[in-house]
């Protein structure tokens, strides 16, 4: 089963540490990859309000950032938690879930062709 | 030339189920090979036809005579009574004159062609009457209330006896003619609950569903964790609840008449059902629940017309508004010097939602606001233009350094776009050495009164374009894809064969993205890498873990080059455009081939490109027919 969740982390080191968690290897080349098939998007610290530019370009206003570094992440293939229940429920591993978030509509980020809100746990 | 080949492509594509057929052949028959395709998104790509289309519905409907319209065979003989014959006659019935007339009380003709508990089609027409009664009965019911004006008419009901009667109640001279009777979803298709009928091709619920009284679809199972688009109308609604279901236990109920499309991922095994709340009165027709599988391998067409296999990476469309541009929040927002002409225009995907601009001056259509980008990253811009009278128009990416700010690239493409067909335009560009806003035109510079038609905007942090990913309010990402596991040991030679692939690069991207023979890891394998060094090729050939490793820097790998690795014990040579390229004499080959795949062995190191075909010879070919393949 496939899973969209929505994560925030205190920085940017703690998500990758996260996401590095979830499985690393190196080639022969000393190229390092991921040994894991989730697809996980880093959309950084996210712009709550836009910034303000005058006709010359210079900022007139801040964007405001969250303080929170925000990651989207298609989980792909979880396993059920009982494989026995009538409504099949399931959850991510490695402790995701503490920094799950949840939100109204698909946010400002979506995967192609998938509704956050069809496919979140 | 050799003998058991696998062999993928070279025009001849096939997919099942979703997944990539090889052909390959045994004891000179051919049969498939399925590779196993992987992509948790949907994804785009450009058809035989040359529109830009997304992988998308399995033709498979789960349910049968969804618009409950299906109905059996005549079981009435002789109901136009152009003879006098089949029908049983009482009373004074008699058959004359083309139809048939009931005199008198009692008065009555029959057949006995119905099946208990069989739901059925009634029609018939009054061709006169005086205007006594008479009523329609099974042998065991008598429905009184069906009509008896002069005309035609339509009854439904469900059969408690066996027989097909007209009869008489006063004292009547009526003529009955046209009589047909024939069963409501015949096959069975749907298994109503109570408080369900199927009347006048239309499920109805008349109020009275209590518990668990679903309408039950007979068709094909859901599947867990597959997605469903299902598609269904309410009509004639009076009140209560009403949802279709495919597997998925929290699906939305609706509440008023309309079509209503909802995609649904099943939790579990079932057949859809229609499921209304205790009160739910009313009418749902049209049902359809289609399998969006998303994952199907893309064959795309954009500079051939054989195709090619197109196997991409992760990326992300970080314009929010793709196709629309122009209002207050769309991404390319600001008309500058510029208008926008009409926004229906004949677009790359068959749509009418191309939009055409005109300069006023120098024509931008640009973003409003400066977007932050961080620091030494590549970008690649890219979008669909149309010429229409332009002799002059830009892409440009403006760094904000105060006033005005300053160029880090502008792009003349209008040499590159025509009048008759649509040109995807890429600027690829990297941001400064500190963190900076841009502004990105997908215009500038048009000269003025020229017109141009533009559409499907894209912005990835890649060096290249990857395939077009529509957006409508947030950024969009694609996964990666994976193809992998054809074959099994029968199909391969692990003492000597040659691996042969017809392949280009999207981009040369310092990523490592390899096509491998193997049992299953990077031990056992024959494996040709595209590397991360710029146009170098490899070929790796392990036994035991102990590799063998050939090499080659080809003048440019995102063409297409004809590439193949022959192995053989202390025999190994890699063969690129007609020429061998580099040989090692010295060597064992690997052991358990079992598998082939676009990755390393492991199932890591995916190869990202196009493919027009790979072959699997379990023969090491002779020089002249190496020198012929690759040429």
New interface residues.
């Given amino acids: 089963m496939n899973k969209i969740g929505k994560y925030e982390f205190d920085s940017l080191e703690q998500a990758e540490s996260k996401i590095n968690a979830l499985g690393t290897s190196t080639d022969e080349d000393g190229n390092t990859y991921p040994t894991h098939s989730h697809c996980v998007v880093k959309l950084g610290y996210i712009v709550l309000e836009q910034g303000e530019y005058n006709e010359e370009g210079e900022e007139t206003k801040a964007p405001v950032l969250s303080d929170k570094y925000h990651l989207d992440v298609l989980w792909k293939g979880l396993e059920p938690i009982d494989a026995e229940a009538e409504v099949l429920s399931y959850i991510e591993p490695n402790d995701w879930a503490d920094n799950r978030i949840g939100i109204d509509g698909n946010g400002v980020h979506s995967f192609m062709g998938l509704d956050y809100q069809l496919y979140k746990f | 030339m050799g003998k058991g080949i696998v062999k993928l492509g070279e025009g001849n594509w096939a997919v099942k189920d979703g997944n990539l057929l090889a052909a390959k052949e045994t004891n000179g028959r051919f049969k498939n090979a399925e590779f196993t395709v992987?992509r948790?998104?949907?994804?785009s790509y450009v058809g035989r036809d040359g529109l830009i289309k997304?992988?998308n519905l399995q033709d498979v409907n789960l349910v049968n005579n969804g618009d409950f319209s299906e109905l059996g065979s005549e079981l009435v003989t002789n109901g136009d009574f152009s003879t006098d014959s089949d029908w049983t006659l009482e009373n004074g019935a008699v058959i004359n004159n083309g139809s048939v007339n009931i005199i008198g009380v009692g008065s009555r003709f029959k057949q006995d062609v119905l099946t208990v508990g069989k739901t059925y089609k009634l029609d018939y027409q009054v061709v006169s009457t005086n205007g006594e009664s008479f009523r329609f009965q099974d042998g065991v019911t008598a429905f009184a209330d069906i009509n008896q004006a002069v005309g035609y008419h339509t009854y439904y009901f469900e059969a408690t006896g066996v027989r097909v009667q007209f009869q008489a109640l006063g004292d009547i001279n009526a003529r009955i003619d046209n009589v047909s009777v024939k069963e409501v979803d015949p096959n069975d298709y749907w298994t109503l609950g109570t408080g369900w009928e199927i009347i006048d091709g239309i499920a109805v619920a008349d109020g009275s569903i209590s518990g668990n009284n679903y309408l039950i679809s007979t068709g094909t199972d859901s599947v867990?964790?597959k997605?469903y688009k299902v598609v269904f109308t309410v009509s004639d609604y009076v009140a209560g609840n009403v949802r279709v279901r495919a597997g998925q236990?929290a699906s939305d109920n609706v509440n008023a008449n309309g079509t209503y499309t909802q995609?649904?991922?099943s939790?579990?095994t079932e057949t859809v059902r229609v499921q209304g709340s205790s009160s739910f009165e009313g009418k749902i027709d049209n049902i359809s629940v289609q399998e969006?599988k998303?994952d199907t391998p893309r064959i795309d067409f954009t500079d051939n017309t054989d195709g090619h296999l197109l196997l991409e990476p992760?990326s992300?469309n970080l314009v929010?508004y793709s196709q629309q541009f122009g209002g207050a929040t769309d991404y390319f927002n600001n008309y500058n010097q510029a208008s926008e002409v009409t926004n229906n225009n004949l677009a790359p995907d068959g749509t009418n939602t191309a939009t055409q601009i005109v300069s006023t001056g120098d024509g931008k259509l640009q973003t409003s606001?400066?977007i932050?980008l961080p620091a030494n990253t590549t970008y690649t811009l890219s979008f669909f233009a149309k010429n229409v009278d332009a002799t002059e128009v830009k892409s440009r990416i403006?760094a904000?350094?105060?006033?005005?700010?300053s160029n880090l690239t502008s792009v003349s493409y209008v040499s590159q776009i025509n009048t008759s067909t649509w040109t995807r335009i890429t600027h690829t560009f990297t941001t400064n050495s500190t963190s900076q806003?841009y502004?990105l035109y997908l215009s500038n510079a048009l000269n003025s009164g020229g017109n141009i038609q533009l559409w499907g905007a894209q912005l990835e942090a890649l060096p290249y374009a990857t395939s077009y990913?529509p957006t409508n309010?947030?950024?969009?990402?694609?996964?990666?894809e994976?193809c992998t596991g054809a074959g099994e040991t029968a199909d391969f030679n692990s003492e000597e064969g040659v691996l042969y692939a017809e392949i280009a690069a999207l981009a040369n991207d310092g990523t490592?993205r390899r096509i491998s023979l193997s049992d299953g890891s990077t031990s056992n394998r024959v494996s040709l890498e595209l590397?991360?060094t710029s146009n170098i090729i490899k070929a790796f050939i392990s036994s035991g873990g102990v590799?063998q490793i050939l090499q080659y820097t080809a003048s440019d790998l995102t063409q297409y080059n004809k590439i193949a690795i022959k192995y053989k014990v202390n025999d190994f040579a890699l063969w690129l455009g007609g020429v061998e390229r580099d040989t090692d004499t010295f060597g064992s080959v690997p052991i358990g081939l079992n598998t082939l795949e676009f990755a390393?062995g492991s199932g890591?190191?995916k190869f990202y490109g196009k493919c027009k075909s790979i072959r699997v010879y379990k023969e090491a070919l002779s020089d002249t027919d190496l020198q012929n393949l690759t040429s």
Wanted: glycine share 14%; net charge negative.
């Fill in positions: 992987d948790g998104t949907r994804a997304e992988s867990v964790g997605t236990f995609y649904q991922v939790s579990s969006v998303i992760q992300t929010t606001s400066y932050s403006l904000n350094g105060g006033s005005g700010g806003a502004i990913m309010g947030s950024t969009v990402t694609r996964d990666a994976t490592t590397d991360e590799s390393q890591s190191q």
